[in-house]
């Protein structure tokens, strides 16, 4: 409600707990037609400490019972309790319902429910008695011929995930990913995230678990997340970009050829974000890593970048190394004609220049920079260059 009390669109509300004597008025109201005792009342008052949520679910669970509220019910000590209870009591079909749909996420779709092993009939049914429950609601659906469902509230979710075993997350998490795959535009960049999160799950359990297979699972969740971070990067998403890029890094293990390339893309995103120690922490590992498989493109890379983050560091700036560096970076990079590469060569070399006060040659490196971020597609590299000329 954007517009109460005339308040801006950038306005945050800080909405405390209630008091105890709104608690109490809002049990009086939910539980109108079956008022507690006294005693129940202010028992379900002290367990809620003012969160409506568990209000709310406490009426629903009764109402789920069958049990008035003067029948002095068990009041559980906490929300996750309750919610725990709640679940515990839901008939098998539901159960099995919401604990696939909690594998899904906050947001979920009939077909995805079904795909996970809810019988489509069934399944269906199950997902409005949950409306009805008050633990799952429709809502607008972003593919057409596909009901969607979202958890009533975030704490829903969460037990109902806790109550899957990892065995079986794993292999909800694998069979949702192909769901999506086959359901969703794969150009999306939002697909590609969801589906990297999701494998990146099954990976992590898979291993955990030493079930197998996680090897391949953990391939694909690694491009799906290091792509991500690789467009959180070029939209100037910072933060995105070290944590779906970190997220990366830590699925791809040592003895693979892509730790290196991921650990110099994500030490340029901790560059950028400020946070230079530990960019330089994971620079040095991608330089051991590049130089020892002789990836000659990704080593250049990192040591550009590591002479970046001891510009900002040590203002070193005028060195004949760091020149030296950076002439032998571009004459490999342009033997190997990897252009994006050289795009953030010429670009150090522009800054260099310019900060060296050779405004006219710093002008030359920033059309070069230009020009090679342009043959490669990438639009951020291309303004950054444009920029500083």
């Known amino acids: 409600r954007s517009r109460w009390g005339g308040l801006a669109d950038s306005t945050t509300l800080l909405l405390g707990p209630l008091t105890g004597e709104e608690s109490g008025e809002l049990v009086d109201r939910l539980f109108s037609e079956h008022p507690p005792s006294a005693a129940t009342r202010a028992r379900i008052v002290e367990a809620a400490e ?49 604990e696939r749909a909690a594998v899904i996420g906050r947001e ?23 409306v009805r429950k008050l633990l799952v609601q429709p ?8 009901d969607a469902f979202r958890f009533q509230h975030q704490l829903i979710r969460e037990v109902a ?13 694998e069979r949702f990913a192909d769901w999506f795959e086959r359901t969703a535009p794969a150009s999306e960049p939002e697909t590609q995230e969801l589906l990297g999160y999701h494998l990146e799950q099954a990976y992590r359990y898979r291993s955990e678990l030493d079930l197998g297979g996680w090897e391949t ?16 990067v070029t939209r100037g998403d910072v933060h995105a970009a070290v944590g779906l890029l970190g997220r990366a890094a830590e699925i791809t ?33 991608a330089l051991a890593l590049a130089a020892a498989g002789e990836h000659r493109a990704v080593e250049a890379q990192a040591t550009l970048a590591r002479l970046r983050v001891r510009m900002a560091t040590t203002h070193d700036l005028a060195s004949a190394e760091i020149e030296r560096v950076v002439e032998e970076s571009i004459a490999a990079l342009d033997q190997l004609g990897d252009e994006r590469r050289l795009a953030k060569a010429w ?12 405004a006219m040659d710093s002008a ?22 444009l920029h500083l000329l």
């Not at 009041?75 to 725990?84: C, E, N, Q, R, S």
């Not at 979920?108 to 949950?130: S, T």
């Not at 690694?222 to 959180?232: N, Q």
């Not at 030359?364 to 260059?385: I, K, V």
């Open 50 to 98: 003012g969160n409506p949520l568990f209000i709310e679910q406490m009426g629903a669970m009764l109402e789920d019972a069958g049990a008035p509220a003067q029948d002095e019910p068990v009041v559980p000590p906490t929300i996750h309790a309750l919610l725990a209870a709640r679940l515990e009591r839901l008939p098998g079909d539901e159960r099995d319902a919401i």
């Open 108 to 130: 979920f779709w009939a077909g995805a429910v079904a795909a996970l092993g809810a019988d489509d009939d069934r399944g269906a049914q199950a997902l409005h008695a949950l």
């Open 139 to 146: 809502t607008e659906s972003r593919f057409q011929g596909e």
């Open 161 to 173: 995930y806790d109550s899957v075993p990892k065995t079986l997350r794993a292999e909800l998490h």
């Open 217 to 232: 699972i953990g391939v694909r969740a690694r491009d799906l997340l290091y792509a991500a971070g690789r467009r959180a």
């Open 253 to 285: 293990p040592a003895g693979d050829d892509a730790r290196a390339d991921v650990l110099t893309e994500l030490a340029e995103a901790l560059r950028e974000s400020g946070d230079f120690a530990r960019s330089d922490f994971v620079l040095a590992e």
């Open 347 to 358: 670009f150090l070399r522009a800054w260099l220049e310019w900060l060296g006060c050779h």
């Open 364 to 385: 030359e490196s920033s059309r070069r920079s230009a020009e090679h971020a342009r043959r490669a597609g990438d639009e951020r590299g291309q303004a950054q260059a």
